[in-house]
């Protein structure tokens, strides 16, 4: 017999997402919104986390299929602890991008999400690369992902600089995440911003009656 | 198979389209309306160089995206009502009078029509205004943008707009948007043509490629 199920309820949660990282004078930022949706209609978390830790100063950022994320990330973060024993030392975030590139390519058929690695490390300082689906791998100043990064490539085009302080980075990402979140219907929530710098990680988050406000709004 | 090895050129087989970036804004006192060149017909660049920006009337005109066919004879009909409506008025017809006769048309062959029409202009009732026509739905808006690559700038416009902008801010305001979406659109590119619509008439421009602006990776 033909049972009618919602949409929501045979595709899985995903994070259909916004997801950003923009290097800045001294480190790298990286922001997602808090949205975790089933389909299209249903909000299945207001306040998922989409910013993975695999290691002191690496973080993950998580878009598409939320189970494929959290599979490929626990395997990632249990890989790189093993290699900085191995080492001796923090691992590059050039390690960790490639650990995540190598998972994502050996399994591009069964996988659905896409990966943004950031992070600090002694030998290039911050960094920033892009594993999308189908397992490229590439270096950037900035990126953004996500279903609702479509709507912003054109603020963070006109607006990104080289070089930003902190204040300006930090200004630049609630902007672009408050933008795509004003016209992307599966992202929304808050703002979660992790700033990773030589010193360490810190986490700032806007709630949603914080954010700046735009046209329409 | 070598059918596989050289598939055929999709403009052989596909529906052209103008997928496309146009973009109509309000300043103090009137209106700007830009748009992208490219017209496609799958991946294929069918014309490098057309206008979008269709009179409708003296001080109204209409950017036009979706199937090319289809957005052209809903000009080109529009542009003949407003003719006659302006003879039986004995005088200029307002902008919204243009936005409702697109609309009629969009409403009444939505399922046969496949396109998408942004009127803007002036008159001396209202100045300058903006009217989106999205499948028969009219709305006024003081800015309205359209076609695949007016996606990628939502963003940017939801920054940047305000109101009040004076003329030379507003066309500066359109040729960014529109160089940022054909930066991103593959469906866009070429030009960038610009109509601006005051009290004193209607200033046309096309500003080339190698003098657009240049952002990010560019």
Redesign the interface.
């Known amino acids: 017999m033909d049972r009618h199920h919602p949409y929501s309820q045979v595709n899985g949660v995903s994070t259909g997402t916004t997801i950003l990282a923009v290097k800045f004078n001294g480190g790298v930022i990286i922001g997602s919104d808090s949205r975790a949706s089933m389909g299209e209609s249903y909000v299945s978390s207001k306040t998922i986390n989409k910013l993975i830790q695999v290691h002191d100063r690496i973080f993950c950022c998580i878009a598409g299929s939320l189970a494929d994320a959290q599979a490929v990330t626990k395997m990632a973060k249990f890989q790189l602890s093993f290699h900085s024993i191995q080492m001796e030392s923090p691992p590059l975030v050039k390690a960790a991008a490639s650990i995540m590139r190598e998972l994502c390519y050996s399994n591009k058929e069964e996988l659905r999400a896409g990966f943004i690695t950031a992070g600090w490390d002694r030998k290039k300082g911050p960094q920033i690369y892009v594993v999308s689906l189908g397992g490229m791998l590439l270096s950037q100043p900035f990126t953004i992902g996500g279903s609702g990064s479509t709507y912003i490539y054109g603020y963070v085009d006109a607006k990104f600089k080289p070089d930003m302080t902190l204040e300006e980075a930090t200004q630049f990402s609630t902007n672009a995440l408050a933008l795509a979140m004003g016209r992307d219907n599966v992202s929304g929530g808050v703002v979660h911003l992790v700033v990773i710098t030589e010193a360490g990680v810190k986490h700032i988050v806007v709630p949603g009656d914080e954010l700046p406000k735009f046209h329409d709004e | 198979m070598s059918e596989e090895l050289f598939p055929e050129p999709g403009w052989l087989s596909e529906e052209v389209k103008t997928g496309t970036t146009i973009i109509a804004v309000t300043f103090d006192g009137g209106v700007v309306i830009g748009s992208d060149s490219r017209v496609s017909a799958g991946e294929s660049v069918v014309n490098r160089v057309m206008n979008k920006l269709s009179p409708l009337h003296d001080k109204i005109y209409c950017a036009l995206s979706g199937s090319a066919a289809d957005a052209q004879t809903i000009a080109e009909i529009v542009n003949y009502q407003l003719d006659v409506h302006s003879i039986e008025v004995e005088d200029d017809p307002l902008v919204c009078s243009a936005a409702t006769l697109v609309k009629n048309i969009s409403y009444k062959y939505k399922e046969e029509l496949s396109a998408h029409l942004i009127v803007a202009g002036w008159d001396k009732k209202g100045g300058g205004q903006v009217y989106a026509t999205l499948s028969g739905l009219l709305t006024k808006q003081p800015f309205a943008i359209g076609g695949s690559g007016s ?11 305000k109101k009040n902008m004076t003329k030379r801010e507003c066309q500066e305001f359109v040729v ?2 529109l160089t ?2 054909m ?2 659109d593959g469906s866009s590119g070429g030009v960038a043509y610009v109509v601006t619509i005051d009290k004193d008439g209607t200033e046309e421009k096309c500003v080339l490629g190698n003098e657009l602006p240049k ?3 560019e």
């Open positions: 996606f990628y700038i939502n963003g940017f416009v939801d920054a940047e707009y960014n948007a940022l979406a930066g991103r952002f990010f990776d």
